[in-house]
């Protein structure tokens, strides 16, 4: 999963690079935001699912949510 997360990210910042080279240096701005745009689409919603699933997969999430019991340890934490 790690392999598969650098190789999205490779091709996301290729895509980047060469959208705005395309625009900038080429000179052809049409065919540059087309392809930051498609860069942008693939980000958020290729790279980033897989990112936050290979993130979060062996997580509990009870321990990020704040509920009456860890409200009460902070609460006599701090006295």
Avoid: A, T
């Amino acid at each position: 999963m790690r392999i598969v997360l650098w190789i999205c990210f490779i091709i996301m910042c290729g895509g980047f690079g060469s959208g705005f080279f395309i625009k900038i240096i080429q000179e052809n701005p049409e065919l540059g935001d087309k392809i930051i745009g498609l860069s942008v689409l693939f980000s958020s919603f290729i790279f980033m699912p897989l990112f936050l699933y290979h993130r979060w997969k062996d997580k509990d999430i009870k321990d990020y949510v704040l509920d009456k019991e860890k409200l009460e340890e902070m609460r006599n934490k701090d006295l």
